[in-house]
Every structure is written in structure tokens, then in C-alpha cells.
DNA sequence: ATGAAAGCGCTAACAC
DNA sequence: GTGTTAGCGCTTTCAT
């Protein structure tokens, strides 16, 4: 653990200014050649390396953002972080990752922390569709902010997957399978997704006809959930062969919900999932879902933050799903006999 | 976005020296407890709150300790940020987390933004127990550092589960369930909890005796590789009924890929993963896996890190893993005709 | 092209 | 207990 070398020791060391030393880490002033070269040298014998506090003290910039995410264990969050990273370091900035663990007082907590480290820009996916919006409206005034994925105020910009699209490719590719007795197991609404999810279930139910847009049911974003839902499901609504579900957690359990008491996935019920994590693939049978287009989202939202428009009303990017159809939805009654 | 005001316009709000605002916040210099009001009811009025970067530049600190793992979509590290996270805002720092995507180059990367942001501390689970050296030895002599879970060195701490003992958890519980031809499932070793636990594999066979040390397959930590190797099992070893696996979704892999090749798990075949995620439940069958003990990890290393022992030698914390039963091992031969 | 010096917002001697 | 002031390490006018 040593000193570090400032600005000023490697002046002297070439004999120079620090305002000479300073123009050539910044790179943006013209500077002698010959200067340059005494400079690095000097830097390189001191191993140098600019403060970056002190140089974000006096440039009032950090070039780095946050993100908050509202539960980093849970499956989708870790990928879509990944996901903005990357594009962040792209963009020269770097990445704060603060996790609010569902809790909209860490949440605000974790806001505040990042303002006062002077984060040039914050990228939120609010844990709570309403509590969160103070933290979120909070924040704005200080720094811009873009909401990624979930939102808790139309005041700031929004990069969102397509909830509509989501919900009609799974319905549509359940129909084409053959099924016409559709459930929907959801989460109970703290997260806009969760009840973008539902709203638009319904409405893509009330166009099919029939009974589908009042067979829900809302619990957590959960496997233990989707388990318990199997079980309401069968012993309700035996008439079910789709169900879809708001999340892979969820579905994953209803799986397993409905193979444990005796329904054989997809034969007799198909299902579907939302977001494409690993548990898709890792279950049996592997689960259909509608992945959200992470790398985009991340682009988009990178994008706002980044890019500085006049414009300063609030938009919203709503980008467009992908069905990735596995093992759990190839219902397909008419082959069911062979 | 608006101006934010500065400890000077604090103290001409309140009639007062910057020096008594400072007090006021900083509470670490005793205050009239008129000042105390006056400050306080300044501030609120112009809204004021400390920026923590002018503070840091002056304090040399910044209260913050950085975190860097191999890779936050792997199913072990948000868990164990997430104790982390909790530890270290407990003893009053907050946590910058940053994924090295299992790269040494970004990892190191990672390392220097960290450092030139001037955390406190730096907490890393290095990606590569040989090429990671380089970062984590540079890193130490600028910042106090801690390796958890995973080592490059042994000139810095290391807080770390007991591969020894996580080895022999799973072996003895297998043996008393009745097995007796071992396998071990593992990954070619870039992290050190792999190495550690195949030697640890190999140690304890030599002591149980048998060709159990000679059952050794190494690939990644994935559920992939161990389909993949549950296929090798099958070819080459017809008398093995018990699978260590050095990670839960090697050993996920393993149980489907035995599944899938008709052998039955666990009467026929019993495995065991490591780590104890969120794939042991949801598998089918259930899988038994030995716990890292997160919790204690993150107390002991943010205890390392943040508190100053005069004594500055490296320690080695190696903490017991705890054995959890879940179906994948109830092997049980003498039961099996029942 | 280069240097001198005034900040950026805060803390910590040091005086009173 | 309170105020004055010199830094923390950097950038940036403003002269030269």
C-alpha cells in the first residue's frame, strides 16, 4: 500500500508545469511533442495515474452511471446488468451496480448513494410500480435517468420489452398448437411487468372469445408459486391445455405443479414462460418463452442517458419480444393419438 | 436537473463558518446546539447534501470497497454479493460491483477503475487462479484486498470454504447410503475451488481405497458438460452409482444426461452437486448439494478488509460447508427391491 | 505551446 | 465552540 504519485511530482520529475502534465492525460489541448514524450516518461517512472476523484471534482463529471436493479439473485437481472455494462464501457462510461432487493428503502437508499457519488447518469428498474416513483422522481431532478425493463413514473424515459407482443406471440403460437383453454399465472403487482403482463392477457382474451380472460391467477414471481398455481389450476378449471405464465420461475413450477399431480406437460397442458432465462433450458421438458431483447434494451437505454437531446420530454421505447419455442408448449392435439 | 448548493452557500444561509456547516455533517467536532439548528434548517432550505466526492478528495476515503466477480449470471455470485453488500452497509461502506465477464483482461480492467475510483478496499473472486495473479498482486499494493471464494495468490487474503471438507461431506454421506463406485464430475481448472475440490476428490478415495480417484472428468462449470460427461460415465464405467459433482449445474447436467440415458437417479445412480443454488430445488429429482457458507464469508472478508490488523501477513479463512440432503443421493440399495 | 494561479466542495489544523 | 485558511489532485482560464 504506497503513495501515490500526484500531478505535481511528475511536473518535477520532467520539469515541467502541471498544467503541461495535465493537458497531455486529458488529451484535449495541443501539446509539444517533445513535452509529450517527458511527460510519460516521467509518468512512467512514477507510475502515475490521475486521480480520478480529484479530476471529477474539478470537471463535475464521473463518466460513470448506476444501475439499480430491483433483485440481482433473480434470473433475469444479472443479464440484462451484463447486458448495460457492456454497452456502458462502449460508451466510455463505467457501471455502479447497486441492488435494491425488492425493497423500495434500500431502493431510495441505494439512489441517494449513487447521486452523491456524482454518477453521471442513473439507470433504474424500480422495484415497485408505485412506491418507487419518489426515489425515481427524486432522483431526475439531479441527474438524468432512464427506467429499464420496470418503471414507476411516465415523467422519466422508459426502455421496456413489448408487453402486448409479449403476451399475443406465446397466445397465438399456443393457439397454433391446437390449445383453446388458456390460464394466466401472474404476480401480484409491484412490478409494472408483472402487470403489464395481465392487462394485456386480458385484452388478447377478450379477442379470442371464450372464458381465458377470467382464468388468473397472481401470486410471486416464483417456482413455489407456480407450483402452488398448478394445483388451483386443476383443481378449477379442468377444461385448461395452456397455460401462460408471467415469468420462467413461475412457469417452471407450474411444470412441475402439473407433471407431479399426474398432467403430462405438453400432451395434455401446454405452457409457456416470459424472459428466456436459463431455467428454460435447464428444466424437463424444456420451457417455451418469450425472451425480452435484452442486448437492444440496453442499447436503448445506454442510448437516452448518453445521448443529450433538446428534447427533454420523456419517451418510451417499447421493443419488440422473441418466442423461443421449446418442449413445454408442443401440445399439438391432433398428433397427440400417433 | 438542477444546480446543487455547496457547504459555502450553507453557511451564508445560516450566517456561519463553513467549518461549523462541515461540523455539522461531518459530527465528529463537538457544536453549539443553536449552530446544530441553524445549520440544519440552512441546509434544508437549500436542500443541501454533502458531495461525497469533494469529501473523499479531502478525506482520502471514500467509504466504499469494491467487488469483482468472475461472472454475476453465474448462479453462485449473486448470492454471495448479496451477503456482501448486506456486510459491508452494515459496517457503513457501500459496495461498486463489477463483473469481469470471466475475462483476466476486463477482470484487471475492472481492478483499475476500482482502484482510480479510490475504494477503500478491494474484494475480488478472481477468474483465473493463474493469469488473475497479476491484478490482484497489483491491486494489493495500492488497496487492501481479500480473495473470496476463489484464490490467484497467497500473498493476499483469502476467505474461502473448505474444499477438504466439502468433498468429504458429500463422499461419506454417499457411503452411507450405500455407494461404493465414485466418479467425480469436475471443471479443468481456471478457478481454484475446482482444483481444490478434485484434489480434495482424489484424497479422500486414496483413503477409502478402491478405483474411485481414477474416476475423474474434467470439463466447465455447466450443466452442458455435465450431460456430456454423464454419456462418459455410462461408456466407460458400468459400475459406478455415485457421482460427485463440483458444481450444482455440472451436476443438474449429470442427473438429466444419466435420466435421459435410461439410468434411474437415485436408486441406480446418486449424485451430489456443490454450492447449493437455486437449481437443487428445482430439479427433478431434487439435488443434493454441499452449501458454501455465504453468510460467513462475506463477514469474515469484510471483516479482513475493514479491519485494521497492525499484523499485515496473509490469512487463509477457511470456512465448513454444510451438507444438504435433498432426493439425488437417497441411494439406499438395501431398500431398492422395495 | 507553455506556465501561473484560481477554483471544484470539502476537511482539518490552527487561532481565537 | 467558532472562524480562518491552507490544502486534497486535478482542470482551465488567462497571460506570455
Redesign the interface.
Given at each position: 500500500?504506497?503513495a501515490?504519485s500526484t500531478i505535481r511530482d511528475v511536473a518535477r520529475e520532467a520539469g515541467l508545469s502541471v498544467a503541461s502534465v495535465s493537458r497531455v492525460f486529458s488529451g484535449n489541448r495541443p501539446v509539444g511533442t517533445d513535452v509529450a514524450r517527458r511527460v510519460r516518461a516521467a509518468a512512467a517512472k512514477l507510475d502515475y495515474?490521475?486521480?480520478?476523484?480529484?479530476r471529477?471534482?474539478s470537471l463535475r463529471s464521473?463518466t460513470?452511471v448506476g444501475l439499480v436493479v430491483p433483485d440481482?439473485?433473480s434470473p433475469f437481472f444479472?443479464?440484462l446488468?451484463?447486458a448495460i455494462?457492456g454497452r456502458l464501457r462502449g460508451a466510455g462510461f463505467?457501471?455502479?451496480?447497486?441492488?435494491a432487493?425488492n425493497d423500495p428503502e434500500l431502493e431510495f437508499e441505494a439512489v441517494r448513494?449513487l447521486i452523491?457519488?456524482?454518477v453521471d447518469g442513473l439507470l433504474i428498474s424500480p422495484c415497485h410500480e408505485r412506491i418507487s416513483r419518489g426515489a425515481v422522481e427524486w432522483a431526475?431532478?439531479?441527474?438524468?435517468v432512464v427506467q429499464v425493463d420496470r418503471y414507476a413514473t411516465s415523467r422519466a424515459h422508459r426502455v421496456i420489452s413489448d408487453a402486448t407482443r409479449t403476451i399475443r406471440l406465446a397466445a397465438d403460437h399456443l393457439v397454433e398448437q391446437g390449445c383453446g383453454g388458456f390460464a394466466f399465472v401472474g404476480a401480484s403487482g409491484t412490478a409494472s411487468p408483472a402487470r403489464d403482463r395481465k392487462r394485456a392477457y386480458v385484452a388478447r382474451m377478450r379477442q379470442y372469445g371464450g372464458a381465458g380472460h377470467t382464468r388468473i391467477l397472481e401470486g410471486a414471481f416464483t417456482?413455489d408459486w407456480g407450483y402452488e398455481a398448478a394445483d388451483l389450476i386443476q383443481t378449477r378449471w379442468a377444461t385448461v391445455d395452456a397455460v401462460i405464465c408471467a415469468n420462467d420461475l413461475i412457469a417452471?413450477g407450474v411444470v412441475?405443479g402439473l407433471?407431479d399431480r399426474g398432467r403430462i406437460v405438453p400432451e395434455q397442458v401446454a405452457v409457456t414462460g416470459c424472459d428466456d432465462t436459463f431455467?428454460t433450458?435447464?428444466?424437463?421438458p424444456t420451457i417455451t418463452s418469450v425472451a425480452q431483447p435484452v442486448v437492444q434494451m440496453a442499447e436503448h437505454a445506454v442510448g437516452l442517458l448518453v445521448t443529450p437531446t433538446g428534447d427533454s420530454r420523456p419517451r418510451t421505447v417499447r421493443l419488440p419480444p422473441a418466442l423461443r419455442v421449446r418442449e413445454s408448449s408442443r401440445h399439438n392435439p391432433g398428433h397427440r393419438s400417433a
Open positions: 500500500v504506497r501515490r495515474r490521475p486521480d480520478y476523484l480529484a471529477s471534482l464521473t460513470s440481482i439473485g444479472p443479464a446488468a451484463q455494462e463505467s457501471m455502479l451496480l447497486m441492488d432487493q448513494e452523491a457519488r456524482k431526475m431532478e439531479r441527474v438524468p417456482a417452471l412441475q407433471t431455467f433450458t435447464v428444466s424437463r
